[in-house]
C-alpha cells in the first residue's frame, strides 16, 4: 500500500477526496492523467456544467482543493459507502487501484495509480 504518511483520505457526506502526497500518474478510464488529489463529489451524473452551483471545480475551490491537480468524479452515491482493503479504493462504480493495474476492472469508472514515484 502506500506510505502512510504520505497520503490521506478525508470523507463527508458530499466529498470523498484522496491525497496522494505529490503529482502522481494514474490510468483512467479515459486514458492517462496527472493528478494529487482524487475527488469524487455526490451528485448526477451528466449535470456538470461550466456555468452554475454544480460545477465540480467550483465545490472543490470550496473544500479547499485545487482542481488543476485533482481527478474529479461525480457519481450519484454516498461517498460515505467506500471501502478501502488490499489496496483498492471502492465505490459504487468507481475503483481506485493504489498498488498498480488490477488483473481486470471491475467498473466503468476506475483510476490506476502508475508504480514509480512522482510524474
Known sequence: MLEAQRTSL?????LL???LGEV?????????????YVAVLR????QCSRLGRGFPQL?????????GESLVYVLDADPLEFTLEEGVLRLPGLRV?????PPFVETPFYAVLTPGEGP
Open 17 to 19: 477526496l484522496l491525497d
Open 24 to 36: 502522481r500518474r494514474l490510468e483512467t478510464q479515459d486514458g492517462p492523467a496527472l493528478a494529487r
Open 97 to 101: 487501484y493504489l498498488e498498480g493495474p
Open 43 to 46: 451528485g448526477q451524473m451528466g
Open 10 to 14: 478525508k470523507v463527508t457526506q458530499e
Open 59 to 67: 465545490r472543490l475551490l470550496r473544500a479547499g482543493v485545487p482542481p
